[in-house]
């Protein structure tokens, strides 16, 4: 066990004009699980690099451990054997030097040989593959993908075999960035448990039930802080929420005793300046007991004033973390039939192979369908077929005539240009748009930015706020919540609940589908 500490840091971007941290201190310790939540572009990922000593930064910043990043670059043409070896140690490069020690063969060479075998005993080096192979299997990735090209890995498996590596390395701290945007249900469920069996890192998630089921700290970014809490996510939002209603009834309070002391000022030095006014015709004695009088009753006011100030102090100290989200709004449009698509014996077949075998169901007015299935096994393509992208398919697919359709793809890599070209381009309204995006917490500087330096977060805010400002009759969302914060994730789930429009979704997040879906499709893997 030991601290990694944090002092006086300060940081700010070149580009920026605010620090993104400034004068922050705290202290976390080398075997917590920590669950990192703020919303976006608070610099969640940003501390992390920090971490990494990417960026300059001032204060200090002092840890015993080594830090590791998840996701890290990878050479994609290696077997996956040799990406994970290399990512634990350079047991290769250590190979090579034992083997030309070998064959030099002289005192200096032997000497050289014991220092770089005692690394490549305390690293595990003759037994590393087969501890690669004991760690994927826990997260139920089958051995055989470790001799295949790691280009060749679907993404749920690169992001299991990327962690599996980084936890047999040594003395190290894993800061993971968000491992779950290519994880179904089924890979989110395995690398929870996979998790929470470890120690020693830093999770940034906007998953709240992967993070309850992996941390046990929580680090919070803040409006205006960063503070550490013992528990999961649920137990810190319960905190949370019982602080927040502290502040809220505290500052009623205090509003009402500034209130109520400004009056009491302000009669009490009236008086006061109605007694002093009074001394003029009267005797000299008796001038002097009014004068007494009078400053007592200043005095009094002036005492009733540094309370006042104090009440004033106090209430500028709170309210400063309270997240503040307006509430969302989205026009459904009705359809004039119940039914408004209908699926039969759906088969889809890329290359020979089959994707989807024999699917039917219906999609009826108020519906909220969550597609599920693992990662391949056809989701998105169903989402495609009903948007009219041309794909190939067998079966029936009607749907209803002069549908209206709104849709968030899974990618968006196509997001380009400015946000005026992107708002005619697409007839978007732009009011309403930009008043979605403000309440998803998207800063107006943002709307000078080009698309593509949007933060991921953000570019499925803005897919989010333009497929809400359209009016349809159903909506068709294909994982809407990869990178977006807990915050805005509660803000959407309110708005579904509270207008009811007809859906079909993916999404992976367990507690978006607990709380949104009224009917759930299940899609077999032909895998």
């Not at 470890?198 to 929580?218: C, P, Q, Y």
């Not at 104090?310 to 500028?316: G, L, N, P, T």
């Not at 005539?401 to 400015?418: A, E, H, M, W």
């Not at 989010?464 to 789930?493: C, G, K, M, T, V």
């Amino acid at each position: 066990m030991s601290l990694i500490s944090v002092n006086n840091l300060t940081f700010s971007y070149e580009t920026n004009y605010e620090n993104i941290f400034e004068n922050t201190s705290f202290e976390i310790d080398t075997d917590w699980k920590l669950g990192f939540i703020g919303r976006n572009g608070r610099g969640k990922t940003t501390f992390l690099k920090l971490l990494m000593s990417v960026y300059s930064y001032s204060g200090t910043i002092t840890a015993v451990t080594d830090f590791d990043y998840f996701p890290f670059e990878t050479n994609e043409e290696l077997n996956t054997i040799d990406v994970a070896r290399n990512a634990i140690a350079p047991f290769d490069l250590w190979e090579k030097e034992m083997n030309r020690c070998i064959e030099e063969n002289s005192e200096s060479s032997m000497k050289k040989y014991g220092e770089v075998l005692d690394l490549y005993i305390l690293n595990d080096g003759y037994i590393i593959n087969e501890l690669i192979e004991k760690e994927i299997r826990k997260l139920q990735v089958d051995t055989d993908v470790l001799y295949r090209p790691f280009k060749t890995l679907s993404n749920g498996e690169r992001t299991k075999v990327q962690l599996a590596a980084l936890f047999l390395k040594k003395n190290n701290f894993l800061l993971i960035d968000e491992p779950t945007n290519h994880l179904d249900l089924e890979g989110r469920s395995s690398v929870a448990e996979y998790l929470s069996s470890k120690k020693g890192f830093i999770l940034v998630s906007h998953d709240r039930h992967f993070l309850d089921s992996t941390v046990d700290h929580i680090l919070s970014i803040n409006k205006n802080n960063i503070e550490v809490q013992k528990g999961n996510f649920s137990s810190w939002k319960e905190n949370k929420v019982r602080q927040d209603n502290l502040e809220i009834n505290k500052n009623e309070k205090l509003k009402r005793e500034i209130t109520r002391l400004e009056e009491s000022f302000r009669r009490t030095a009236g008086w006061s300046d109605m007694v002093e006014k009074s001394k003029i015709g009267q005797h000299v004695g008796d001038r002097g007991a009014v004068g007494h009088k009078a400053a007592k009753m200043m005095k009094r006011a002036k005492s009733i004033e540094n309370r006042k100030e104090v009440s004033i102090d106090e209430k500028r100290s709170l309210l400063k973390n309270i997240e503040k989200y307006d509430s969302l709004k989205v026009f459904p449009m009705n359809y004039h039939k119940n039914t408004l698509v209908n699926i039969d014996s759906l088969n889809v077949a890329f290359n020979e192979k089959k994707v989807i075998d024999s699917l039917s169901f219906s999609i009826n007015s108020g519906d909220r369908i969550a597609l599920r299935g693992k990662n391949g096994s056809g989701k998105s393509t169903i989402l495609k077929i009903l948007t009219g992208e041309s794909i190939k398919y067998d079966g029936i697919v009607n749907i209803g005539s002069n549908l209206n359709i709104s849709y968030v793809p899974q990618d968006t890599r196509f997001l380009k240009g400015s946000f005026s070209d992107f708002i005619t381009n697409g007839n978007i309204d732009e009011s309403i748009f930009r008043t979605l995006l403000a309440k998803l917490d998207m800063n107006s500087d943002d709307f000078s930015k080009s698309l593509e330096e949007l933060s991921e977060g953000q570019k499925k805010k803005v897919l989010i706020a333009r497929s809400l400002s359209q009016s349809a009759h159903i909506y068709i969302w294909d994982e809407p919540l990869n990178f977006i914060d807990i915050y805005s994730r509660i803000q959407i789930e309110e708005l579904i609940r509270k207008f009811e429009p007809t859906m079909i979704f993916v999404e992976h997040d367990f507690a978006f589908n607990e709380n949104i879906a009224t009917k759930v499709v299940e899609v077999p893997s032909k895998k």
